[in-house]
């Protein structure tokens, strides 16, 4: 079974911290995702990586930033975190295979609170 | 532009009993997909189904079956005689882009009572 993990359930953290948020899948799929979910606006994609060290901003990046370094391992960045990026965090990967139409396997999420 | 639509907020309803989870997918594509996820309280989204605009037949496993209509635009989910393990937010993504990365509905909250 593909398998996605997240290196925390919960944080918590307080205002200006430094953030890091690790996602590891152990499938060898060459994309990887970032999402946060908020009440009422479902999932919103804030970065994406198709390669190693190769990102693409979604929709919502300002604030977060990515790193690639190894092929199964993505992790997101906030550099000085503020209360609106209090959110659940929620990783993907997939594979890009012949269609590239490939379902996206999900982490269990980070509930991330921003004091 | 694309745009996915689930109008259902949430959605209450007995043991049993069937119910339909609509979805709407507006885009000027010619040919797509769609998915459909499901995300019970632990959190951890799941994939059900993926299908494309070139099937319209009904897909049905177990309990779940699919009807997609391209002329509507509308790609439903119907479970038959829910169960309280079904209650979770129910999710429609077409994907799109480069990485071909989802674009998720607000989604529908489905809540089984025993």
């Known amino acids: 079974d593909v398998k996605v993990t997240q290196s925390s359930r919960y944080l918590v953290k307080r205002t200006g911290e430094k953030v890091f948020l690790e996602c590891v899948q152990d499938m060898d799929h060459e994309n990887m995702f970032w999402y946060r979910q908020d009440p009422g606006l479902g999932l919103r994609l804030i970065y994406f990586s198709y390669d190693v060290k190769m990102k693409e901003k979604g929709d919502i990046p300002e604030g977060y930033s990515v790193s690639r370094e190894k092929k199964e391992r993505f992790s997101l960045i906030l550099e000085s975190a503020s209360t609106n990026q209090t959110s659940m965090y929620l990783c993907?990967?997939?594979?890009?295979?012949?269609?590239?139409?490939?379902?996206?396997?999900f982490g269990p999420g980070t509930r991330l609170t921003v004091l | 532009a694309q745009k996915v639509t689930q109008a259902q907020t949430e959605i209450s309803v007995v043991e049993k009993e069937d119910v339909t989870l609509d979805c709407v997918y507006e885009?000027?594509?010619?040919?797509?997909?769609l998915f459909w996820y499901k995300q019970p309280p632990s959190g951890e989204l799941v994939f059900l189904i993926r299908?494309?605009?070139?099937?319209?037949q009904n897909e049905i496993s177990g309990r779940y079956s699919w009807n997609f209509q391209k002329s509507t635009s509308s790609f439903n989910f119907t479970i038959t005689a829910s169960q309280v393990v079904d209650s979770a937010v129910y999710f429609c993504?077409?994907?799109?882009?480069?990485?071909?990365?989802?674009?998720f509905g607000s989604g529908t909250q489905l809540t089984v009572l025993p």
């Open positions: 299908r494309n605009s070139f099937d319209e």
């Open positions: 993907a990967s997939s594979t890009q295979g012949v269609s590239s139409y490939n379902e996206q396997f």
């Open positions: 993504a077409p994907p799109s882009g480069s990485a071909r990365q989802l674009t």
């Open positions: 885009t000027r594509d010619t040919t797509y997909y």
